[in-house]
């Protein structure tokens, strides 16, 4: 699955506007991203897996 920066901000944005922890967290179990439990974390960890691709 290949997502541009913008798209791939956004379902990150869409997903934590829905507080979808669950999703959040596999979304960064998916690309490899080891980080945080907090929605926080996993909202920044997600981010900078997206800026680093």
Not at 7 to 29: S, V
Not at 37 to 49: D, E, L, P, V, Y
Request: aromatic share 10%; with cysteine.
């Amino acid at each position: 699955m290949c997502l541009t920066l913008g798209e791939c901000h956004e379902e990150i944005d869409y997903l934590h506007r829905r507080l979808d922890l669950p999703a959040l967290n596999r979304w960064n179990r998916n690309f490899r991203v080891s980080q945080a439990k907090s929605k926080f974390g996993s909202m920044h960890t997600a981010r900078q897996w997206c800026d680093d691709m």
